[in-house]
Each structure stands twice: as C-alpha cells, then as structure tokens.
C-alpha cells in the first residue's frame, strides 16, 4: 500500500511490458469500457494543494522558499505547463496515463525485499483445531472456497463493486490468481497465466520447506471436493516429514537484486527450473505451517501478524513461502492462520474481498460425502542445491533474519466503539480514526509528519490508489488545541469536527481524480521522460518532506473480523493499518526496532487513548443545533 510512499521519489521510467488488461470478453470487458478513464488534474489546482499539504509539516520559512519555487513553475508558458501538456498528450493516447508507470515506480522498480518492505499480510482469527487433521481440514476447505472464487472471476460473474454510488474497476481481480513476480537485475517483472492458452489447474502447497504441485480439478474440469483435497493434502504432509530441508523460498525474501542474481542461478538447472515455473504458474500457494511459538493471549494477534509478514524467521517459517506469489494462504498446525500476498499486481481490498469469500465457504456444513476415486500423487517439486545456491540462501537467511529482528509490529483490537460511534455524530468513520492517529503522533512527537492514507481510484479504468494527505492545517489546529488547557471544550469539539469534515473533503478529492500526489509524480516522470532537467520543485527540500510519510495509514475494510498489516515505508516511520467494523476496530501498527524513536505499542496506546479522548470530547460537547 505504501512502501510506494517513499518510493515516489523518483526512478527513470523504462521499457517494460505492463500487466496487460486480461484479455476477456463480455460482461468484464463491457462493465470496463465503461468506466471513465483517469483524469489529469488542473495544473494550477495541484499547485495550490500542494502549498496547503506543506503548511502544517514544514517550517514558515521552508514554505515561503516553496512558494517561490511553484511560482516559477507555474508560470504561464513555464516548465509546468510544458510537462502538464505532455501529460494530457499521455493520456489521450493510453488506456491509463498513471497505471503503468505506477507500477514500474511503486514496485517493479523498488530494490527492498518484498517481504515487511512491501507485501502486506492479513491475520485471521484463530480457528479452532489444534492439530495435524483440524490444520489439513480447514486448509482443504479453504481451497474448495478459493476455487469457487476463481469459478466467479473465470465465468466474469463477480459483481461490481461501488464506492460512492459509482461502478468500480474490477481489473485488480483478474491479476491476483495464477500469477507471481519474477525478479529482475534493475527491474522485475510480473507474470500472469490466467489468461493463457492452457491456464493452470494447480496450486503449490508448501510444508516443512518442500513445495508440491497439487492439480485441484478433476479430469471433466470440476474442482475437486474438501474430502478430495483433504486426502492429497495428507499424502502430501506425510511425504514431508523431514524437517532438514534447505529452506529454498529463502531466497524470496531478499533484496531484489541479489534474489534477481540468485534466481538466474537457480534456474540454470533444468529440474529446478521446471520447479520455479511450476510455482510460478500456480494458482496459488497453501503454506502448512509448524505451529507458532506459543505466547499469552494479550501478544497472540502481533506474534500471528509477524508470522504472516515474515513468517517468523529461517528457523520457523520463512522457508515455507514463495513471498514473490500473488496470494499465499497461511494455515498453521496450532490454528493461526492468514495470508500475505505480492503487492504489484493489487491492493488489499480485492485480496480481502477473496478471504471473505474464502472464510465464509469454510463455515458452511459438508453436506454430501464425496465418492473416493483414487487421486494421483501431488508432484514433488524438486530443487538441486548446488553450493552456489546454498550460498545465496545461507545471504538471505541471515538478511532475512535481520528483518526479522527489526520488525516492531503490534496487533490490537479497539473494544470501545466502532464505526457506529462516528456515524451518530454524523462524522465519517475514516475521517475520525485518521484524526486521531493525528492526535496520537502529536501528543507523541509534538508536531505533525507528512501522513500516507490510499485512497482508491478504482472509479477509474486500471486505476490503483493515490494519497489522501491526513495531516492538514485543519487537523494540525486541532491537535494543537486539544491539549491546550487555556481552549474551552466547545471550540475544541469544532475543532474536532472541522478537521474531520476536512479530512473527508480531501478523501472526496482524492478518489475522484484530483489528489496532488499522483500527479506531481507524473510531472516529475514526464520531465524525466522528456529529458529536460529536473524542475527545482521536485528538488527541494520540502518536497522530500512531503514524501517522507512518517505515518502510512491504510483503511482495508472486511467482513471478516481480520486485520490487514504492512511494515513502514520509511525507516523512522510508522505502517497503521485498520478494518472499522460496527462496535470494534482491529488495528496493525508497524516500526523497526532499530529505530529508537519509534515504538509500536507506544503507539497504539496513544491512538487508543487518543480516540477515547475524542469520543468524550464529542459526547460532552454536542453540536449546536443552530
Ligand atoms: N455521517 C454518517 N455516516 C457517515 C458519514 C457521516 N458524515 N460519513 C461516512 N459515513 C458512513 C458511510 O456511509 C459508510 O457507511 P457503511 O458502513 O454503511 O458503508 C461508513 O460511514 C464508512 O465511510 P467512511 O468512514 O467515510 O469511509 P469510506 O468507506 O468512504 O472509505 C476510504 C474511505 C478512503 C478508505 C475509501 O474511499 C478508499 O479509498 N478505500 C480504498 C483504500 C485502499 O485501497 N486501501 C488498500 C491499500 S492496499
């Protein structure tokens, strides 16, 4: 969601085939067509939001050199008309002007692990079996469900999704099934076989770091039945036993070169090419894992939401990943279980809308006993280490197990009040939440930071996100107040609700196209692209401000009673990630341990106080009715 967020910074834009829109006909492709394309937002209206986003995170001083700096680029004839024409020539010509630069910018061409850097997880509550049968039971149900998901996306009968009373773009649900990244010297790529002549009929499941390929149809093309799957999940449990396994998914989690420079050693070998492509094909990956470390129930969620970023580390479950896949599902021994997916090919709420699905299929009763009919054996994916390869695994275990260490992150469940709360004060939920992870950093920090909430653009054909920019001079006025002991109560509530009624003008903005974030970027690409030096606004210190997003905040809203976690985007910074339900709000705050100013517990506890004080404050200062 938001490793992009530091990640805008700039990299040339290059040559690079796009995930191309799948080719589909029918309902899919009519509803897409549709859809209005992505507009470029007025010159002169970026201009202006942008000094307004910079007033409450710089200095009085920074800002006046600024001003001077959009002055001149703004200029009637200037550098900034210049790159805008060019933008609006872009977007005349393509199906999306942002979407693939957007995804060389944000991920292809980011060079941190994809693990805690990029790929977010979900935590899922913890189901109720404790063993080896209750661990292959419900993973065999999840697949049956996910199958029955994928039926929705191959027959187009998936229904549209709507924000705001407007028809979605459903692309993202097309991309997230039998596809995977392949990493790339300087750039990686995507690769997506759904759409293939022969599309794949099998998942890999992983256990005890030994991958299998598991065909989940039948020879008439049915998907195979919970018992069905049940059983061949068995086999494949008890031909994986042995627990001395080099952990070869390692290799997944590190830096993109170094894993682009292994990888082409990897798949020199013919056997172990044939088991790379075959993961890669894969609809998607079941990972069986050993059970977590035990803890008290006050540490489970974070211990279980570490597990799905990292998977615990090269002596736990690291190892038991493919972290390049789309979609991951996670289903440990002890009852713990989740996923974690590969961020490029889409956000949280297609992945999340999915594990509804998924989690929903699984509660229903089996009915109907299904006749067995012998199965062929999984296939055994096998891998020849060679020293070199044991080499390059022995790096990543230890860059990995680094990461491990430094990820701070913390699980927590709100139980005061959900989103029915600021729905009776007739305040958006989001907007109040986002206030107060305002208030939280501010009683924290003194000040405010640039602050990362997505914001859909799915409104738009292939649209992804753009930034919501939460800390404003509204929501910096009343931070400020709310501690102010000489501000009497009433003028801080107004405070209050100005901020929020801000906050969700600017969410307004943001999904209907004309966000500031998103289209400096494409200013700042089309100088880049049209070789002419980098404009002094996109140098400035102030803008590396701008882009420095101490707080990355993401709502991802679900039926499930889950929780959506992503480490942060900046080494000094916070990853906030939240799902509002009705009565409760389950949060996943993230940090790095090395950094001493961050910590991520500290944190929730100011957000939970913070949205506390703010309900008191709103209770005992009712608005006017005049
Ligand atoms: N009074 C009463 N109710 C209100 C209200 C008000 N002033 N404002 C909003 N509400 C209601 C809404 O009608 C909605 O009702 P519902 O629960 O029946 O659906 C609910 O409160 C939630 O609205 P709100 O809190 O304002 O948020 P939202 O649903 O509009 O979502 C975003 C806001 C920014 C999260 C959303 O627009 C978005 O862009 N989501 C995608 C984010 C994303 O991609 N994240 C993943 C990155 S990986």
């Not at 899922?124 to 049968?133: I, M, N, T």
């Not at 709507?162 to 995507?190: A, E, H, T």
């Not at 580390?313 to 974690?340: H, M, P, Y």
Request: hydrophobic share 40%; net charge positive; proline share 6%.
């Amino acid at each position: 969601m938001l490793a992009w967020a530091a990640r805008t910074m700039a990299r040339p834009s290059g040559m690079l085939k796009p995930v191309a829109l799948r080719k589909l006909t029918g309902r899919y492709l009519a509803h897409q067509q549709e859809l209005p394309a992505l507009p470029v937002p007025p010159l002169q209206q970026t201009l202006d939001h942008y000094l307004l986003a910079l007033q409450p995170i710089i200095s009085e001083e920074e800002l006046s050199h600024t001003r001077a700096l959009v002055e001149e680029f703004r200029k009637p004839g200037g550098v900034g008309e210049r790159l805008q024409k060019g933008l609006e020539r872009r977007a005349r010509k393509q199906e999306n002007w942002l979407s693939d630069w957007w995804l060389k910018t944000a991920y292809l061409e980011y060079r941190l692990p994809v693990v805690v850097h990029s790929s977010p997880g979900v935590v899922l509550p913890k189901q109720d079996f404790q063993d080896r049968q209750g661990q292959l039971r419900f993973a065999a149900k999840l697949i049956e469900g996910a199958l029955d998901f994928k039926t929705m996306i191959d027959n187009e009968t998936l229904p549209v999704e709507y924000l705001g009373g407007k028809p979605l773009c459903m692309n993202q649900y097309y991309q997230i099934l039998s596809s995977c990244r392949i990493p790339g010297p300087k750039r990686d790529s995507v690769v997506n076989y759904a759409r293939g002549k022969k599309p794949p009929t099998h998942i890999t499941v992983v256990h005890n770091f030994q991958f299998f390929e598991l065909d989940v149809y039948a020879s008439d093309g049915t998907p195979l039945t919970t018992d069905q799957i049940f059983i061949q999940l068995e086999k494949i449990w008890n031909t994986s036993l042995q627990t001395n396994k080099e952990p070869i998914g390692i290799l997944t989690t590190n830096h993109r070169n170094s894993w682009a420079h292994a990888y082409n050693n990897l798949i020199k070998d013919k056997t172990n090419k044939e088991s790379v492509r075959s993961i890669e094909k894969s609809i998607f990956t079941v990972c069986l894992d050993a059970p977590i470390p035990r803890v008290s129930d006050d540490i489970y969620r974070s211990r279980v939401a570490a597990q799905m970023l990292h998977g615990g580390g090269s002596r736990w479950n690291s190892g038991n990943r493919w972290f390049d896949k789309t979609l991951q599902f996670i289903v440990a021994e002890d009852g713990s279980c989740g996923l974690v997916y590969e961020h490029a090919p889409a956000e949280g709420p297609p992945i999340v809308a999915l594990l509804d699905h998924v989690v929903e299929y699984t509660k229903k009763p089996e009915l109907v006993r299904t006749p067995m009919v012998p199965l062929p054996m999984p296939k055994k994916l096998r891998f020849n280490i060679t020293p070199e390869i044991k080499d390059d695994i022995e790096k990543a275990k230890r860059n990995l197990n680094i990461m491990v260490q430094d990820l701070d992150i913390t699980a927590v469940v709100f139980h005061h009040f959900g989103k029915n709360f600021p729905k009776s004060q007739k305040i958006s939920p989001d907007a109040f939440i986002q206030i107060a992870l305002q208030l939280a950093y501010y009683r924290m920090y003194k000040e405010a930071c640039a602050t990362y909430e997505s914001a859909s653009l799915r409104m738009f054909r292939l649209g992804r996100t753009d930034t919501i920019r939460s800390a404003s001079v509204d929501s910096l006025k009343f931070t400020k107040a709310m501690d102010d002991t000489g501000k009497p109560d009433p003028e801080k509530a107004e405070l209050l609700r100005r901020a929020t009624q801000a906050h969700r003008a600017y969410t307004d903005m943001a999904i209907t196209g004309n966000a500031i974030d998103r289209h400096l970027l494409g200013l700042k690409l089309q100088a880049i692209q049209d070789l002419v030096s980098m404009p002094e606004l996109f140098m400035d210190t102030a803008y590396a401000v701008a882009m420095h997003f101490n707080l990355s905040t993401s709502q991802v809203p679900a039926k499930t009673d889950c929780v959506m976690c992503f480490g942060p985007v900046v080494p000094d910074g916070y990853g906030v990630c939240y799902n509002p339900m009705a009565d409760h709000i389950n949060f996943a705050i993230s940090a790095f341990n090395s950094c001493a100013e961050t910590n991520a517990a500290r944190m929730a506890h100011y957000l939970q106080k913070a949205l506390l004080d703010m309900r008191q404050l709103l209770q005992e200062n009712p608005k006017s009715k005049l």
